[in-house]
């Protein structure tokens, strides 16, 4: 064992090292340490390896152990249990420098210590520790962060405490707390992969620290003060390698001749493809140089898997590399420039080529001696969104033809076409790639309204002839895009769009439409079909111009209308509760049970328009709804049903009260029985969908239903409710205006009122059920306009509104009690019905015909009939039908009124004065 000759580690108890293996089948765990006593433990996955030998030369120890790797990509741990050096070890073909190291902890030459005081590391291959920033702390070894020092308080770099600001001037922390820049944590993958942490600075400061790839350079933050807001600016790391800048730097000074051209474009393709994540601009531009070199020094033509390399390569960087990096400089031309080379150079041999990967491919016609006019460049698909399995010509079996160009021939010349499937590569600010989050920024008012443009077709930058952006066609560039376009927006956004074809300006950056003009077809089956006629040549598309009819204001009317009609409800509510004879009667009972479910779902829609908001500012509305949407869409389906229960729930009692047999308008234990059914039934609904639908029942960018369950769980229910209220109303409506013979002699007063609460129910019902018919219309997303949602805002956010209005204000007796309240007037002894329950055994009879004073009750002067019930609470009325006898409800049941004056013989008894009996 020549343990010196290899590269220690020391380690300490609970020390873990950690790698991944891909290998499978029994391997052999080999490690040399040295210590006096070693206790290790190696495991793949969650099986523990066994230790099969242990060979000892003094304080060296051999230890051998054997795993069985079941799993094709297994992690592999080093568990240490007590001190030492840890000299050699073999693990499944990983070497020393491969293994992470923990957090706080770094590799420094032959070993792997803890980070010292001030300092920090978050672990990983080949971590190192990093010092504290200033206004930072460490005062721990072996640490993963750095504490943040109080106010009043500061330190410099890789401080292990921090100072007061007494008798100190330190412009970061020091002057005070108004204008800073709080603590800021970037991640960026490209420049490092550790965090770049910021510390609080004030407004105008700038900060820098050390570039993870490249030391001795500095990467830059200014803290700034914009429109009264003070932020750290967009970081400059102008100064820092990318991960992949040495790999590229060693590619590029390799020697290109037609002998290592294959080589190289290998070399080049690896890098792209594996880590065109973490190239930056400056990356890209050298890559260009790189393709150009091999395009220029393959020989005479360039070898078929030198151009597939080269495709490769700029198919990678146009998948993997960030827009930002590409919308610097001019990297992005520059790559697309080298596809044009490429094409150039092999549209002087004779045939015709594609060339195609994900995103980018390059179709070359080779020069024709036919007397046609034009040259076709046909290129069909097997699918219309697919653009890598693409074909070139006429005689394609592909059945979808993704673009056509006919370029004309008068020189019979070749034709290359480079073809794009985005225009990631063609970086502008007009143009957007994010459609749904700018319109959401402008529904947020974060950015002000107007057009957004957006590529909807491929990429086609056309040459003819080895020439490029030809003004002197003799003719017209034809091309033909066909294009599938959907998106999703949320419910408020709704837009219009109109397709213009553009052309690519590179010095500008922006999308022009000089010289071309456009038609655009519609087949049977609704296809677009868009044609481009231009007297140039350059990158061609077709352009989407989107213009939204969604005003903020929209939401202001809607959050201020609900806010006062949750106002309205609650003091409904508070409006009824001294008029105690009032609470008595069912109808007013289930109105207030109907504004008490209103206010739960106002109340849950406010929670759901936070949710939403908070994820919209996200920029991006999410895919799938989180536990929070799904429960704020259950109770949304949940009280909006209550409601509409409650409103059935008033239909049948009105329906019973007037128009079905007297002697069963009385319902034993009615408001135990109606909040059973108009509380339970509803959930049965949000219950059955949640069930069904799971995280899909709940649309995430609205947290209301989706669609097949809003139609099931909540549409359904609504309609046939409504269609029942409908039924009910007119039949009610018939018996109070036009069946006398049912309603006998009931004084007009009271039929008058009856047909006053009618049609207050019928409002409501109204109300409620116009209101859903519109929202049904508005989550249709091709029927969403602003018209309709301003109806539904109106009708919707209004309800608690008129239930105020027809309720409180319009009622006479809730006005006369709460006039009685205001004049401190004596109301005790006298009801607000024409019929009541007095002391004792007897119901005292107010007679609606009676002279009234001006608080509306009966005259002192008019004598109070009186009709004395016996223990049996029958009426003993001569001449009364014995029907009514043992009917007489218990003393919190109104029903009694509807019995009394709904008969015509208990009526004009107590109207006869003369009556002994009375």
């Known amino acids: 064992m020549d343990a010196e000759s290899d590269v220690s580690v020391t380690f300490a108890p609970n020390d873990v090292m950690t790698a991944t293996t891909t290998k499978l089948g029994v391997e052999k765990v080999v490690m040399v340490v040295e210590a006096s006593d070693v206790i290790a433990m190696v495991t793949v996955g969650d099986k523990k ?77 080949g971590a190192k520790c990093i010092p504290c920033l200033p206004n930072q702390y460490q005062s721990k070894e072996g640490a993963s962060q750095c504490n943040n020092c109080k106010d009043g308080f500061f330190s410099e770099e890789g401080a ?21 820049c709080q603590e800021t944590k970037e991640l960026n993958k490209v420049y490092g992969s550790q965090y770049y942490v910021w510390p609080v600075a004030v407004a105008g400061a700038t900060v820098e620290q050390q570039c993870q790839y490249n030391k001795e350079k500095k990467a830059s933050k200014t803290c700034a003060t914009v429109d009264g807001k003070t932020a750290y600016a967009k970081t400059d790391f102008s100064n820092c390698d990318s991960k992949v800048t040495g790999d590229i730097d060693k590619i590029s000074n390799k020697n290109v001749d ?66 930002e990096e590409l919308e610097q400089g001019n990297s992005a031309f520059r790559i697309t420039e080298s596809v044009k080379n490429l094409g150039d150079k092999i549209s002087e041999k004779s045939g015709d080529r594609l060339i195609v990967e994900n995103s980018v491919g390059l179709a070359v016609l080779s020069p024709t001696e036919a007397q ?29 033809t993704i673009f056509t160009a006919d370029v004309p021939n008068s020189e019979k010349k070749p034709v290359t076409a480079a073809l794009y499937s985005d ?51 003799n003719g017209i560039l034809q091309m033909t895009y066909q294009y599938d376009f959907s ?125 939403v908001v908070k994820s919209l500012k996200t920029g991006q509305a999410p895919k799938t709804a989180s536990i929070e949407c799904i429960v704020i869409a259950f109770l949304m389906n949940y009280f909006w049903l209550c409601q509409i229960a409650w409103m059935v729930t008033e239909a049948v009692v009105m329906y019973i009260m007037l128009v079905s047999r007297v002697e069963n308008s009385h319902i034993s234990r009615y408001m135990l029985k109606f909040n059973t059914a108009c509380w339970g039934i509803p959930l049965i609904f949000p219950i059955a969908g ?38 009910v109303f007119i039949r009610v409506w018939y018996s109070v205006n036009y069946n006398q013979a049912q309603m006998g002699k009931v004084p007009q007063s009271d039929i008058d009122r009856r047909k006053k609460q009618l049609k207050f ?98 005259n002192s002067k008019t004598k109070e009939t009186t009709v004395k019930t016996t223990k049996t609470d029958t009426i003993p009325l001569s001449g009364a039908s014995n029907e009514y006898k043992n009917n007489m409800p218990p003393p919190e049941d109104d029903s009694h009124i509807y019995e009394v004056i709904s008969n015509p013989d208990v009526v004009s008894r107590l109207s006869d004065k003369s009556n002994p009996k009375i």
């Open 487 to 611: 998106v999703e927006t949320h419910y408020k956004m709704a837009y219009t769009y109109t397709e213009e074809c553009n052309y690519y300006h590179p010095e500008s950056k922006t999308w022009k439409t000089d010289g071309c003009e456009t038609k655009v077809f519609v087949d049977e089956a609704g296809e677009k079909t868009v044609n481009c006629s231009c007297n140039h040549m350059t990158s061609f598309a077709v352009m989407l111009t989107f213009s939204s009819d969604y005003d903020v204001s929209e939401d202001y009317a809607s959050h201020i209308l609900l806010a006062i009609s949750l106002g309205c409800l609650i003091c409904t509510i508070i409006a009824y509760l001294p008029a105690k004879d009032l609470l008595k009667k069912r109808t007013v009972r289930l109105n207030l049970l109907l504004a008490t479910s209103l206010i739960f779902a106002i109340v849950t829609f406010y929670f759901m328009e936070i949710i």
């Open 258 to 323: 037609p002998n290592t051209a294959k080589e190289i474009s290998e070399e080049i393709k690896n890098v792209a493809v594996e880590n065109g994540d973490v190239m930056n601009n400056e990356n890209v531009a050298q890559t260009a140089d790189i393709l150009d070199n091999l395009i220029e020094k393959s020989g005479d033509d360039v070898e078929e898997i030198v151009r597939e390399n080269i495709i490769k390569t700029v198919d990678g960087i146009n998948e993997r590399t960030s827009s």
């Open 160 to 180: 292990s405490d921090c100072t007061s600001c007494e008798g100190h001037s330190n412009q970061l922390v020091c002057q005070g707390t108004t204008g800073k």
């Open 690 to 727: 949640v069930s069904w639908g799971g995280t899909h029942f709940a649309n995430p960018k609205t947290c209301f239903l989706n669609l097949p369950y809003a139609y099931a769980t909540f549409y359904t229910p609504v309609v046939l409710a409504i269609l029942f209220n409908i039924v």
């Open 761 to 858: 129910a019928i409002t409501v019902m109204t109300l409620l059920g116009t209101a859903w018919i519109f929202g049904f219309f508005l989550i249709i997303e091709q029927l969403n306009m602003k018209w309709l949602r301003w109806i539904f805002i109106l009708l919707n956010s209004t309800q608690g509104i008129w239930i105020f209005i027809l309720y409180v204000i319009m009622n006479e007796s809730l006005r006369k009690v709460w006039l009685q309240l205001i004049t401190n007037s004596s109301t005790s002894s006298h009801s607000t019905v024409p019929y009541s329950r007095s002391k004792g055994n007897a119901y005292v009879w107010n007679d609606p015909h009676s002279p009234k004073n001006n608080s509306g009750f009966p």
């Open 372 to 400: 046609t006019s034009t040259t076709s460049v046909v290129i069909k698909s097997k699918t219309k969104d697919s653009f890598a399995d693409a074909e070139l010509g006429t005689g394609s079996n592909y059945q979808h």
């Open 49 to 125: 390896c066994s230790e099969e030998k242990v060979i000892e030369a003094g304080t060296f120890k051999e230890i051998l152990f054997k795993c069985k790797i079941t799993k094709a990509t297994s992690h592999f741990t080093v568990n240490f249990d007590s001190s030492g050096k840890l000299y050699h070890l073999f693990a499944f073909g990983l070497t020393l420098d491969k293994i992470d190291v923990q957090e706080g902890s770094e590799v420094s030459g032959d070993e792997i210590r803890r980070c010292q005081k001030g300092h920090f590391s978050s672990g990983g291959v």
């Open 423 to 473: 225009d990631k590569l063609f970086p502008s600010p007009n143009t957007t790639d994010n459609l749904e989050g700018d319109f959401i920024k402008q529904a947020l008012g974060d950015s002000e309204k107007g057009d957004i443009q957006m590529i909807a077709s491929i990429i086609a930058d056309v040459s003819y002839a080895n020439k490029r952006n030809r003004t002197d066609l």
